[in-house]
């Protein structure tokens, strides 16, 4: 076998395990992980348990990929808003509004994170995994303030890891308030965070 052959079925291989992923992903955050077995998503996805094992040894390894596959999808997720804002209220404007929308369109997987974060600290196999996802976050967070900082001609108050405890922790409650179905939750955590942000810069 030659190496282009080598590299397809590597690339095949890859591929049919980002769509086991992304079909366990979606199972993971309706059932959580605790009620989540191979059998479940295998039975919520076009492939059998047996294909499922083929491509993943367990439930744990499968997991660890959901988790990357995460961490691929929401760690630049307010770039854009950082980019683009030339004032601290546009700033602001478009970092809420891409918070409330994925708190609003995508509750699930908001709460499949949490468990999963959760869920490290009795799975060690899942501990290096959740640490780098958290790590991205906080330096997404913190892009925001640092921009939000400069725009406002001033500095950040506290360190990074304290606004992305303070912000996680407020998306955190809301996400509570939204999949309990609470319909104020999004505005909620707009009002919460426009009065935060002002107190971590300085």
Same mark, same amino acid.
């Given at each position: ?11 095949? %291989? ?21 009620? +989540? ?13 047996? %294909? ?9 390894? #499968? ?12 760690? +630049? ?18 970092? #809420? /509004? ?44 913190? /892009? ?16 990074? +890891? ?14 509570? /308030? ?25």
């Amino acid at each position: 076998m030659g190496p282009a052959v080598e590299g397809r079925a590597v690339d095949k %291989v890859a591929q049919r395990r980002s769509e086991l992923a992304t079909a366990a992903l979606e199972t993971l955050a309706e059932l959580g992980y605790a009620r +989540t077995g191979l059998r479940d998503i295998a039975a919520r996805s076009e492939y059998s348990h047996g %294909v499922l094992h083929y491509y993943f040894r367990d439930k744990v390894e #499968l997991i660890t990929h959901c988790v990357r596959e995460y961490k691929a999808r929401c760690a +630049t997720r307010y770039d854009e808003a950082v980019a683009t804002a030339t004032t601290a209220e546009e700033l602001v404007a478009g970092f #809420l /509004r891409e918070q409330t929308a994925t708190l609003t369109g995508e509750p699930q997987m908001h709460r499949l994170w949490y468990d999963l974060r959760n869920q490290s600290m009795f799975e060690p196999a899942f501990r290096a995994d959740v640490a780098e996802i958290d790590l991205l976050l906080e330096r997404m967070v913190g /892009r925001v303030v640092s921009r939000y900082a400069e725009l406002s001609g001033a500095r950040p108050r506290v360190p990074p +890891t304290v606004f992305y405890a303070v912000l996680d922790g407020l998306f955190q409650q809301a996400l509570l /308030r939204q999949l309990a179905g609470d319909p104020e939750a999004a505005s909620s955590l707009r009002e919460a965070v426009q009065e935060v942000l002002p107190r971590l810069v300085h």
